[in-house]
């Protein structure tokens, strides 16, 4: 059974930084797309970042996040992460690790995950 569990949210000045996991398992992460997502109150989910386990790493950020998220894998651990800094309170909402086992290619929308986490909270003040 293919399972994404995240921890690592939490409450976090702006500018400060955080670092979310997700751990994997049921699956190889070298054959999967996975992506980081948020969604705050009453909006749609928003693709923040994506990595292609297959394709040397190749990563695609949302233009709110290039150049203040990070988005790499530890497949020997089986965990992908999302290293934040700069935050802002525009961030505040809850984060989701996705993955998908449809193609190789880095995946921009919701729509193309099969695989989903819990979700946790980030909250950013100021």
């Known amino acids: 059974e293919v399972r994404l569990v995240e921890s690592g949210g939490g409450l976090v000045q702006a500018g400060g930084s955080l670092t979310l996991s997700c751990a994997t398992s049921?699956?190889?992460?070298?054959?999967?797309?996975v992506g980081w997502f948020r969604r705050a109150p009453g909006a749609e989910h928003e693709g923040i970042a994506c990595?292609?386990?297959?394709?040397?790493?190749?990563?695609l950020y949302a233009y709110s996040a290039k150049g203040r998220f990070t988005i790499h894998s530890d497949k020997a651990n089986n965990m992908v992460y999302l290293q934040m800094s700069s935050l802002k309170p525009e961030d505040t909402a809850v984060y989701y690790c996705?993955?998908?086992?449809?193609?190789?290619?880095?995946?921009?929308?919701?729509?193309?995950?099969?695989?989903w986490g819990q979700g946790t909270q980030v909250t950013v003040y100021s």
């Open positions: 996705a993955a998908s086992s449809w193609g190789y290619d880095t995946k921009t929308e919701a729509r193309e995950y099969n695989y």
């Open positions: 049921g699956f190889i992460l070298g054959d999967y797309v």
């Open positions: 990595i292609s386990n297959s394709l040397g790493g190749e990563t």
